[in-house]
């Protein structure tokens, strides 16, 4: 198994026998958020030692002493309110096309809450609570409409409920949907046709219920 002296950008290291048949390689971890999204403060280490933290374009700078092709695996421990990814990060020791440019790999630290926006629209159900484990969370307007805006953990179910039970004419009583929080903040629709018991029925267009996905152009 091959022995690597890695160590951040600047560090020197002990000579080794077999130094002559290695050579140095540079390359960038760069630590995201979501793709797209630099991070902070993700620490870089291998075997127990700490090589580098991201700045604020979420880059480290590294090196190591090896042969073209060898591979070494580096730890990543994320900053608070993201989850450290648990597989190693894989580095293969390669030289550049361009001397300029250094080989970069990512390392992923996504946020342990995720935000889901929650579009409401209530036919014939104006001023109702959005109720999420009996909290109001918000509450539509005079033409059924509201919108409401959830944290929470990636993966969790979260089930909220728009409260009739100010309006007992109305059918069904207090109806709930759920919602499974993705690895992603997302826009999900919440829609519901009441009937209104005792009186005029409104025109017979049904709406799609239950969660609807609104994937972002």
Not at 23 to 42: C, H, I, T
Not at 143 to 152: C, D, F, I, K
Not at 195 to 213: L, Y
Request: net charge positive.
């Amino acid at each position: 198994m091959p022995r690597f002296a890695l160590l951040a950008l600047g560090l020197s290291t002990a000579a080794c026998a077999d130094d002559h048949a290695k050579r140095r390689y540079e390359f960038v971890v760069r630590a995201q958020s979501d793709p797209g999204e630099p991070l902070a403060g993700v620490v870089i280490s291998h075997a127990g030692q700490v090589l580098g933290t991201s700045d604020g374009q979420g880059r480290v700078r590294l090196g190591a002493d090896g042969l073209e092709g060898e591979a070494l695996s580096l730890s990543i421990r994320c900053p608070p309110g993201h989850r450290s990814p648990s597989p190693l990060l894989a580095v293969v020791l390669r030289r550049a096309v361009d001397a300029n440019v250094r080989p970069e790999y990512v390392a992923t630290c996504p946020p342990e809450t995720r935000t889901l926006v929650v579009a409401v629209r209530a036919e014939n159900g104006a001023g109702l609570p959005v109720r999420h484990f009996g909290r109001e969370l918000g509450r539509t307007d005079a033409s059924g409409a509201a919108h409401v805006v959830l944290e929470a953990d990636s993966e969790q179910t979260v089930e909220l409920t728009l409260d009739t039970s100010q309006d007992p004419r109305l059918r069904p009583s207090s109806p709930s949907v759920r919602f499974r929080v993705s690895q992603r903040d997302e826009v999900v629709a919440f829609s519901q046709r009441f009937e209104i018991a005792g009186g005029a029925r409104a025109p017979r267009v049904r709406p799609r219920r239950g969660p609807v996905r609104i994937n972002p152009e």
